[in-house]
């Protein structure tokens, strides 16, 4: 092959991935789980980042759709598949994923839940991001037992984003 088929075939690949996506998202309950699980299962191992991107949110979106159970678990499968991605398009997706993952999850678990988030993302330079690490700060000290603990936790989110803020 040459080098015009392979970017064609490339594209073509591309344009299957969305088309995937786009079945899934014109679909509900359990017809759209299905067309995501095709597209992740399909291109879960790809390194094209604008296909690892719609896996990235045909997984957020299978996730939303089911109980909270399974929700945690396909949201942790997703953090697994790509953890090592840097591309801030893919990484929104993982952080807002992260993000419904502790909003399901109580207690001692959903305050190690917000602190995985907050260790994986504290570094990113994307605005999007960052908002998904302030808000899980910002959870994180509502999931607090203790005033003292609150006030701690509120006082790193303060000082971990006053200087974006100035």
């Given at each position: 092959m040459n080098e015009s088929s392979d970017s064609q075939e490339a594209k073509g690949i591309v344009a299957l991935a969305?088309?995937?996506?786009?079945?899934?998202?014109?679909?509900?309950?359990?017809e759209a789980i299905i067309a995501y699980d095709h597209l992740i299962n399909r291109f879960t191992n790809s390194e094209v980042p604008e296909i690892l991107e719609l896996?990235?949110?045909?997984?957020?979106?299978?996730?939303?759709?089911?109980?909270?159970?399974?929700m945690i678990a396909?949201?942790?499968?997703?953090?697994?598949?790509?953890?090592?991605?840097?591309?801030?398009?893919?990484?929104?997706w993982v952080a807002s994923a992260k993000s419904l993952n502790q909003a399901n999850v109580s207690g001692v678990d959903g305050i190690a839940a917000y602190d995985i988030l907050i260790y994986r993302f504290k570094d990113a330079e994307s605005p999007e991001i960052l908002k998904w690490v302030a808000r899980a700060m910002y959870y994180k000290g509502y999931a607090l037992a203790g005033a003292a603990e609150k006030t701690s936790a509120y006082d790193a989110l303060f000082c971990g984003f006053a200087a974006i803020a100035m």
């Open positions: 969305r088309a995937m996506y786009n079945e899934g998202f014109a679909l509900s309950g359990a896996v990235a949110k045909a997984t957020y979106w299978k996730g939303a759709a089911l109980s909270n159970a399974e396909t949201y942790d499968a997703l953090l697994d598949s790509i953890k090592d991605a840097d591309e801030p398009q893919i990484l929104e």
